[in-house]
């Protein structure tokens, strides 16, 4: 009988059935434990939560209505103000600094001051900084549009500086982030004063801005990004009347949407799962009813986590229990509060619900799985339950070891010497012995294990020496390839490799001619038949070649010629060759030059023109004949503009189900991610290659150069 077996009775005699025995009495006792605790506790717990719970939300809502009756104040105060200074004759009051200014506040003596914003999303606190003025608002106007038209509105609100610093100390600095006034003709002016308002901003193509003069009242919006600062606010806006009480314009503050919902207070008095929501009752599309729609969400899962979640496109809240949701969402629709017991993504769970003054409800969510964890007061209880069940555990191993013990020893003659023998062989083999044996004579399995383990030390020998030489070749190739694009004023250039063996035949390189004044660059790109060390051989002597030869004078295509002539000489009769691509960018003259040579076309698309052009040209690839004849090809180039040059282990990569990736899906990606940089170009071609591969084998070296032209190509032709 083998030894496994022998082993396999033996534990299974003296370990199995005593941990069975073991078990049938622990889940015995442990069974009349959680019955006697549940049915204990689960009334205390459901009706302490459900207290605390109804008190939270109750004071919460008061703090928000509070808090918005507040800014409201001060907004009122805001528009009051600025109808004051709009009515009033004109008059320097304070400065007036445009954007412009702001950008030399030096220059025209505006105090900046370091003002944080966007805070992390779980500890709340401040992430990134910019420079603000808190001693002057900035003013802007609609683009194209002179100053001098404005300059009497601007007048008029330069006084509104003081009454901005008294809102800001009203509301503290850590709610409020900015304060706008804007009139109807397009003049703005915004609080604190900074440079950073976007290109193209118009006040009134804003939301707060539409909102208060359709409605001509007091209004809040959603939450929603800032695009200054990055952070999630709400903006509470209203009309301002003009000199004969018709509507003139509209005041505006902006708040963290974090500091006005007060986010502490909930994750301070709430337990860690429970997902708090802030929701509004949404018409949903083609009259299908009223929805309720996820404004924002606070999963507090762990201490501390008071972060808040936003959503600025609609998720909706609903519960696996049609009848009772029905009931809530009539609650909702009448303003009124309450607390249900319903399901929520599959879970039992406890819903608590109630208005709040900003036109929207409070909704707090509690697993009841949660709810109903033992509490500490039964503790005591379960510990004197379970001693009992710990001693007999004890008992019972204390045999179980002691037995084990005698067994062990008996058998350690016969079991742990080979072992040993074999660790101490083992040792030496991972130490690099390769000449580590052992010497076995018994017919069992460590007889067999011993004959397999000699054979193991001349194979991983074999194996090591190998591997090395493959590491070294890899990391040589690895060299040869460019650390760095080249940095040319008016191009963006990026280029990646991937090998699908540790070697392979896919090359690119950047070659500046930048010497004789020309201001030239030069991108090649390279396919060598096959894959793995001898394709690594020949793209290596085919980049010594072009790099000895591109330096010197002549055409690209007589350069690609002498090129073939010294390749065909090494490989000619070995029916290996290799595609290539030289491409030559003149930034000054904006343009470029290419020769083909057996290379698939290089790929142009014009972003400006959402167009593809292809760059083909017409030659044997290299080493095939030593006499073959090339052509240059050329035309301008124009910013916008985006080559691509790549090897076909791009368009041939297959999915698991045999298709190819092909040129059309790469056109598509290289049109969705054109506004990218270079190198996220370069990216995104290679991750949607490797998704669409998936778990499918990399049968072939992926190579890409891609050169996207920026404004500023030719700085000669502008002049």
């Known amino acids: ?268 008095n709430l337990p860690h799962s429970t997902l708090a929501l802030l929701v509004r009752l949404v018409p949903r599309e ?135 023998i074999l660790e101490r062989a083992a040792q030496r083999l991972a130490h690099g012995d390769f000449s580590a044996r052992v010497n076995f004579h018994s017919k069992d399995e460590f007889g067999r294990m011993g004959q ?14 190998m591997q090395r030489s493959l590491n070294l070749a890899m990391e040589v190739q690895q060299n040869l390839l460019p650390k760095n694009p080249p940095v040319v004023p008016g191009l963006d250039i990026a280029g990646a490799s991937i090998y699908c063996d540790e070697t392979g035949g896919d090359y690119y390189d950047f070659l500046s001619a930048d010497h004789d004044g020309t201001g030239k660059v030069a991108v090649v790109v390279g396919d060598v038949t096959g894959h793995g060390v001898s394709s690594a051989l020949l793209m290596t002597t085919a980049r010594a070649f072009i790099r000895q030869r591109y330096p010197m004078a002549g055409p690209l295509h007589q350069i690609v010629a002498d090129v073939n002539r010294q390749l065909a000489d090494d490989v000619e009769d070995s029916g290996r060759f290799m595609t290539f691509f030289l491409l030559e960018v003149d930034r000054k003259q904006a343009r470029m030059d290419w020769v083909a040579a057996g290379h698939d076309a290089a790929i142009l698309y014009d972003l400006n023109q959402d167009a593809f052009e292809m760059l083909a040209g017409k030659g044997l690839p290299l080493g095939v004949d030593r006499m073959a004849v090339y052509a240059t090809s050329g035309r301008s180039i124009a910013s916008g503009e985006i080559i691509v040059i790549g090897t076909d282990g791009i368009w041939e990569t297959c999915d698991p189900s045999g298709d190819m990736f092909g040129k059309a899906a790469m056109r598509e990606v290289i049109r969705r991610n054109a506004r990218h940089p270079a190198a996220g170009i370069a990216k995104a071609v290679i991750d949607a290659v490797e998704a669409f591969r998936a778990d499918g084998a990399r049968e072939d070296d992926v190579t890409l150069v891609v050169i996207k032209v920026e404004d500023g190509l030719s700085p000669e032709q502008e002049k």
Not at 104 to 120: F, S
Not at 308 to 331: A, G, H, I, M
Not at 346 to 371: M, N, Q, R
Not at 452 to 464: A, D, I, M, S
């Open 452 to 465: 397999v383990f000699n054979l193991v030390g001349p194979r991983l020998q074999e194996h090591y020496h």
């Open 1 to 268: 009988m083998q030894y496994r077996w022998k082993l396999l009775i033996l534990f299974v005699i003296i370990s199995i059935l005593p941990i069975l025995v073991m078990r049938t009495v622990g889940v015995r006792v442990l069974r009349n434990i959680g019955h006697t605790f549940v049915k204990q506790s689960r009334q205390y717990l459901s009706q302490d939560v459900e207290t605390r719970v109804k008190i939270l939300l109750d004071n919460y809502s008061l703090v928000l209505w509070a808090g918005r009756e507040k800014i409201e104040t001060a907004l009122a105060f805001q528009a009051a103000e600025a109808s004051r200074w709009l009515n009033a004759p004109p008059t320097t009051i304070g400065r007036v600094h445009f954007r412009e200014d702001f950008r030399k506040p030096a220059t025209h003596g505006i105090q900046l001051e370091t003002a944080w914003i966007q805070r992390d999303g779980v500890s709340g606190q401040p992430e990134k900084q910019m420079r603000v003025s808190y001693g002057d608002p900035v003013f802007y106007l609609p683009d194209n549009q002179a100053s001098g038209s404005f300059m009497a509105g601007a007048l008029g609100f330069s006084g509104m500086t003081e009454t901005y610093q008294k809102i800001q100390r009203l509301l503290a600095k850590n709610q409020i982030l900015w304060q706008h006034t804007a009139l109807e003709n397009g003049l703005c002016v915004t609080y604190p004063g900074q440079s950073l308002i976007l290109p193209g901003f118009d006040p009134r193509k804003m939301e707060w801005f539409q909102k208060a003069q359709e409605t001509g009242r007091l209004t809040w919006t959603s939450p929603h990004s800032d695009p200054i600062s990055g952070e999630m606010v709400l903006t509470v806006s209203m009309p301002i009347k003009g000199t004969n009480g018709e509507w003139a314009g509209v005041a505006a503050i902006e708040l963290v949407a974090d500091a006005f919902f007060n986010k502490a207070m909930l994750s301070e």
């Open 286 to 420: 083609k009259n299908t009813g009223t929805g309720v729609a996820i404004i924002a969400s606070n999963a507090m899962k762990r201490a501390g986590d008071q972060a808040w979640r936003y959503s600025e496109t609609p998720r909706w809240l609903s519960s696996e229990d049609k009848e009772q949701w029905q009931v809530v969402l009539q609650d909702l629709e009448r303003g009124a509060d309450g607390m249900r017991r319903m399901r929520f993504d599959g879970k039992d769970s406890l819903w608590a619900y109630a208005p709040i003054h900003t036109a929207c409800f409070l909704v707090f969510i509690l697993p009841y799985d949660e709810v109903l964890r033992p509490a500490q007061v039964a503790e005591a209880y379960v510990t004197d339950l379970t001693a009992d069940l710990l001693m007999i555990t004890r008992i019972g191993l204390g045999i179980l070891v002691l037995v084990l013990v005698i067994l062990a020893s008996a058998f350690s003659r016969t079991v742990t010497r080979p072992i040993k």
